[in-house]
C-alpha cells in the first residue's frame, strides 16, 4: 500500500456496511420515538426516569458509529500518515465513557430515593369515559422500547462481527439485552401499583447497575485496544489467532531463518510490525515487498505491515 492510498473494505463486505448504517438510522428513529412516548408516560416513577434515560444513552453507540464512518477510509496525509481508522476506537470509548458516567449517576439518584422513601404515584386518566391506571401505559411503552430493540440489536450482532467493528458489536448487545431493563422496570411499576414503594426504587437501581457494568466493561476494552494490545475478537475478548498465522506463515518462507510479529488494532484494522532474521548473504528488497503482499492476502483486517530485518530478534514483541 502506498503513504496515502485510502483504504477500502473488500467488495463482499461493502453491501453489510450499507446494511449497518441502514440499521443504525433505523435505530435512532426508532429510539427518538420510545424517548419521547416513554416521557409522556413516566410520571414520578424512578424505573421509568432510568429507562428512559438509559434508552436516551443507546442512541450515543449509533451516533458515534454514524460519524465514524464518514471518516475511517479517509486518505492518510501529513499530518495523519497512519490514515483515520482509530475514529471507531475514539467513538467506541466515547459511548463507553458516557454509559459508565450516566450509570454511575442513576445509580446514585436510584439509592438516595430508596433510602430517602420516596414513595412515587401512579395515577390514572380518562379515556373515551373510561378510567385507565397510567401503569398500563407505562408498561406498554416498556414492551414498545424492549422488543423492536431486541430485533435490531440481533441483526446487528452478525454484521459487526464480520466488520471486525467494536462500537457495532457494543450496540448490538447492549439493545439485545434491553428486555431486562424493559422487565426490571414493569416489575418495578407493577410492585407500586400492588403497594410495595420501594420495589420502584430497587428496579431502577437493579438498571443502573446493568448500565454501569456494561459500561465499565466497555470503558475497559477500549482503553486497552487505544493503548496498543494485541487484536482480539470482538465477541469474546480472545487473541485473534491472525496473529499467530501470519508468524507461521513469515517463519515457513525458506529465506526467513526466524521471525516474530506483532499487530495492534486501529479501529477496525490492524498495524504491525514482522522482525525477520534473513538467511545470509540475501538482498532483503528481493523478498520483502513480495512478503508483505503475501500476508496481506491472508485478511483484508491486515492493513499496513513494516517488514523489520534484524539479526536477532527483540524479546519484547510479545
Not at 526467513?256 to 495492534?264: D, G, H, K, S
Amino acid at each position: 500500500m502506498s503513504r496515502f492510498e485510502t483504504f477500502e473494505l473488500p467488495d463482499y463486505l461493502k453491501p453489510l456496511l450499507k446494511k449497518a448504517k441502514f440499521l443504525e438510522w433505523l435505530t435512532l428513529l426508532y429510539l427518538l420515538s420510545t424517548i419521547i412516548l416513554m416521557y409522556l408516560v413516566m410520571g414520578s416513577s424512578q424505573a421509568m426516569k432510568t429507562a428512559w434515560l438509559e434508552d436516551a444513552l443507546s442512541t450515543l453507540p449509533a451516533i458515534s458509529f454514524l460519524i465514524a464512518t464518514r471518516f475511517h477510509n479517509k486518505t492518510p496525509n501529513v499530518n495523519f500518515p497512519y490514515g483515520y481508522h482509530r475514529v471507531f476506537s475514539i467513538a467506541f470509548l466515547t459511548g463507553a465513557l458516557a454509559l459508565f458516567g450516566m450509570g454511575c449517576f442513576l445509580a446514585i439518584d436510584s439509592a438516595v430515593s430508596l433510602i430517602s422513601q420516596d414513595h412515587p404515584t401512579i395515577g390514572s386518566m380518562m379515556f373515551m369515559g373510561n378510567q385507565i391506571w397510567m401503569g398500563w401505559l407505562m408498561i406498554a411503552a416498556l414492551v414498545y422500547s424492549a422488543i423492536p430493540s431486541m430485533i435490531l440489536g440481533y441483526k446487528k450482532l452478525p454484521i459487526a462481527k464480520k466488520l471486525h467493528n467494536k462500537i457495532l458489536y457494543t450496540d448490538a448487545n447492549t439493545q439485545k439485552a434491553d428486555y431486562m431493563t424493559a422487565f426490571a422496570a414493569v416489575l418495578g411499576i407493577l410492585g407500586v401499583g400492588l403497594g410495595f414503594w420501594w420495589m420502584d426504587a430497587t428496579a431502577a437501581l437493579f438498571i443502573s447497575i446493568s448500565v454501569i457494568k456494561d459500561g465499565f466493561i466497555n470503558l475497559k476494552d477500549a482503553i486497552k485496544d487505544l493503548m496498543d494490545r494485541r487484536p482480539v475478537h470482538v465477541d469474546d475478548s480472545k487473541p485473534d489467532e491472525l496473529v499467530d498465522t501470519i508468524e507461521e506463515l513469515v517463519n515457513s518462507w525458506d529465506w526467513v531463518i526466524m521471525a516474530n510479529v506483532r499487530f495492534r488494532e486501529h479501529g477496525q484494522v490492524y498495524f504491525g510490525e514482522v522482525f525477520v532474521v534473513l538467511a545470509p548473504d540475501l538482498d532483503p528488497s528481493l523478498y520483502l515487498e513480495t512478503g508483505i503482499a503475501e500476508i496481506k492476502k491472508l485478511h483484508w483486517k491486515i492493513n499496513d505491515i513494516t517488514f523489520m530485518p534484524v539479526n536477532s530478534l527483540p524479546t519484547n514483541t510479545g
